[in-house]
């Protein structure tokens, strides 16, 4: 899993069918220092986040499996909201 | 998923017949600010997109989720016309 | 989908016996203006591609959908021939 | 598979509910000379490791697949852990 | 797939018990020259191969389908050797 920021909400009407109900942000991919990397993205919501959030959520395949009962073309799905990080070490050798 | 605007058409005669009668779109990835990321990709559109229309879509093994049906040999599918983006934060914690 | 351009072929006798009788090609990814990107992978032809042609292709665990009797351990697979490339808006917003 | 050495530990109480019971921790990407690289990334836990330990870990649909009996949201877990690693020639051909 | 250079061997006594009994190696992955690119990857072998060869492997999910009696958390799997590759144009149109 990755840790990602929740920036925004996304409005569509047309959209496949199996998405509908389903809360859509706008999420930037960030480090442990909150630092933001890469790009924005689109994600599916399971775990009741709002805008500004930290969250870890899951990319491929995986994301579709909070979904028992249905196939969800997600990649990318929000699957925690994250209460503190503790480093330990910094990993350097 | 990923934002992408959708620039050109695809024209193929040979391909694999499960790709017959599906509509097969150039598209760039776009970030937030429509600005354009990284390569174009080859995708299947399911939801009626046509030339220059933000669309956001899924990569990976979920990209043949649309098709209940049948296996597409697809890793990019569009899966959702954008009508607005909603910026609450800029993420800068 | 990525679109890519068939540059040489691989010989190999010792390999997952899945693979015999399939052709594999080096090929590199390109983007619509058939500028070379990336490196070059080993991919599975289904659609009777030659060095030299533009194609289509799928990664991913959707690199195995063509072959809907076996399961076949490739995740880069030509699945189409392009005839035709129109671009109709540059994306530029 | 890719190394990667334990950093830290996640703390989460929201989240999905296949997660509950599993460790998360804070992971850094490493090449064989235990150089950092990448992102951090949030992986579970199923060889009983610590932070500080070397260790690699699977991405992917197949960080499911230490969980046979159920289906468990995550893309990036610890599945072995690194007593030596022998490198026998630098590859420069 | 991808070409890669096995450079190096991996020990480990804790790890997931379906990867017991398989050899792991150290593989840098490298380009149709022999080049050396990105991070080097921790594989299993299913073809016998040994330091030095030049390998060709496959990603993600299919990496498991080699085994097809169990289900291997491995997303990166040896699955030919590669005895000559032919580059029959350099692609440049």
Redesign the interface.
Known sequence: ???G????????????P??NGLT?Y?M?????N?K??G??????D???SR??DLV?W?????????F?DR???????I???????????????
Not at 28 to 32: A, H, K, L, T
Not at 79 to 93: E, H, K, P
């Open positions: 899993m990755k840790l920021r929740v920036t925004g909400k996304v409005w569509a009407t047309a959209k496949d199996k998405l859509l706008v930037q991919p960030v480090d442990e909150d933001f990397l790009t924005e993205l689109v994600v599916v399971t775990v009741g805008e500004g870890y899951v990319g491929g395949a995986e994301a579709t499996f909070p028992s196939q969800i073309p997600s990649d990318a799905t699957v925690g909201l994250v209460d503190r990080l503790d480093i330990v070490t910094d990993g350097t050798a």
